[in-house]
């Protein structure tokens, strides 16, 4: 369900971002259901399996947008700073 939910985000918040910003958020998974009784986890193995394998998926991508998103924006922020400088300078 977590991929339909970024997948629904992403087509509805991408067009909004401003020019220079992520084109596609970065949504963190919801971690997978799973029952209290053992006899449910017993019954429902494989598709419990599947969800775990599915979430462990899920946030290392978004990991790495996290790591995306932070390298971006360390660089935005160097060059903010740089025209900034460059800003000052001209106002003397």
């Known amino acids: 369900m977590s991929c339909v939910r970024n997948a629904v985000a992403a087509l509805l918040l991408g067009p ?14 919801d971690p997978p259901y799973l029952p209290q009784s053992p006899g ?3 019954a429902f193995a494989d598709l ?3 969800d775990f394998e599915g979430y462990f998926a899920a946030v ?4 790495r947008c996290l790591d995306d998103e932070r390298a971006r924006a360390f660089t935005e922020a160097r060059e903010v700073s740089e ?3 460059r800003f000052q300078r001209a106002q003397q």
């Open 60 to 63: 290392q991508a978004y990991f």
């Open 16 to 29: 909004a971002c401003t020019q220079g910003a992520m084109a596609f958020p970065c949504l963190a998974p």
């Open 40 to 42: 449910d986890m017993r």
């Open 83 to 85: 025209a900034y400088g």
């Open 48 to 50: 419990l399996r599947a």
